[in-house]
């Protein structure tokens, strides 16, 4: 698995999206279940190895209305490979309400897609944010190789 160098970590308010704080390295390895326990926020990380998977930055976040962990963010493939995308998210993540979304946006010229990491394999709620980053970067340089084929 890639070992993941998270640089920027920011705790922000869902309501506004305002940076609350930017965190320490140190934040990497709180537990991904910190955001069950203050469900006003979400977490901004931005990480260089991210451009390798062609995807900016990362917003972590806990659903409550779906009770689930997710992930967006902006994947830059473009618009011809929507098909391979959402059946790779059909096949890849586990079925649940709330689960997995995958829409082009012409604007940024990218995919906006938002997921649900405890609904992909081997995710558990005592996972660090580094290691539920890391897990994601895996996820989707498989869908990338996916796309390639």
Request: proline share 1%.
């Amino acid at each position: 698995m890639v070992q993941l160098h998270l640089e920027v970590l920011e705790r922000c308010s869902k309501e506004t999206e305002d940076t609350i704080t930017a965190e320490s390295n140190a934040f990497a390895s709180t537990p991904i279940h910190y955001l069950k326990d203050n469900q006003g926020e979400f977490i901004y990380v931005e990480c260089t190895q991210f451009n390798d998977i062609r995807i900016d930055a990362v917003a972590l976040e806990f659903d409550d209305a779906f009770n689930l962990y997710t992930a967006l963010f902006g994947l830059k493939l473009q618009k011809k490979h929507g098909e391979v995308i959402r059946q790779y998210l059909k096949d890849n993540v586990k079925s649940a309400l709330g689960s997995s979304s995958a829409a082009f946006s012409g604007q940024e010229g990218l995919w906006e897609l938002n997921i649900a990491v405890d609904c992909i394999e081997g995710f558990h709620e005592k996972m660090t944010l580094t290691e539920v980053c890391e897990m994601l970067y895996q996820f989707v340089a498989q869908l990338i190789t996916t796309v390639e084929k």
